[in-house]
Structure formats: C-alpha cells, structure tokens
C-alpha cells in the first residue's frame, strides 16, 4: 500500500501560478503512474494530467493543455501540478492518484491509489 499526501494548496488570485506537490510512501513509487484528477461539488471527478513511470510521457485534460504542467521527481517520491494562469473556475479539491501498468489513464476508476486532496481556491 501506497500513501499518497497532496500539499500546495490553498487560496491564489486569478492570473497567478500554484504548484501542487504529491509526496508518497514506500520505494514503489516509480512502479506508478500518476495522476491528478480534481472535484468539485456534484460533480463527477474530473481528469487533469498524468504522468508516465518515467516521466517521459504526459498527458492532459485538453482545456488544461498549456496552462498546465505535470512532472515528477522519482528520487523524492514527488509528483508535482503546476497550473498557471489561474481561473476561478480552477476552483475545486485537488486529487493524487496511483496507478499499476504504463498506460496514462484519464477514468478514475483506473486509478488504485489516492490522496486526500487538497483545496484550490481561486480568488475573482
């Protein structure tokens, strides 16, 4: 079992950048890929962007490409979001998520391991 902790959130203007960090536990963490997904209420959670074993792969929510960067740094156990040009409608509870295999995977459902999140606020 792997624990995965979100940090990095919190209240931003529009406009700014915000980094995310995901810390996880344990020596498998280049085994996974991972993932970020985000919430909010009554809606489904949503795909953000993942990130190969290796970090040569990503992939993004097509809204998010440009605005947004995943990376990772496997000898900190770390996976990192960077969204830039923040919009309130970035507004929601950020997810880290784990997965087996190679495949970069936009379902949730795919996804074996998560973090708590962390809430991003935008400020109008």
């Known amino acids: 079992q792997v624990q995965l902790v979100e940090s990095g959130g919190g209240l931003a203007q529009t406009g700014a950048s915000l980094r995310l960090s995901c810390v996880a536990s344990?020596?498998?963490?280049?085994?996974?890929?991972m993932g970020w997904f985000r919430q909010v209420p009554i809606q489904e959670r949503a795909f953000v962007a993942a990130?190969?074993?290796?970090?040569?792969?990503?992939k993004y929510e097509d809204d998010m490409e440009g605005r947004c960067t995943i990376s990772r740094d496997n000898a900190k156990n770390t996976v990192y979001l960077q969204i830039d040009s923040l919009k309130p409608e970035d507004t929601a509870v950020y997810y880290c998520a784990a997965k087996e295999g190679f495949a970069l995977e936009d379902n949730p459902d795919m996804y074996d391991f998560w973090g708590q999140g962390t809430q991003v606020t935008a400020t109008s």
């Open positions: 990130i190969s074993r290796n970090g040569n792969n990503t």
């Open positions: 344990g020596r498998t963490f280049s085994t996974y890929v």
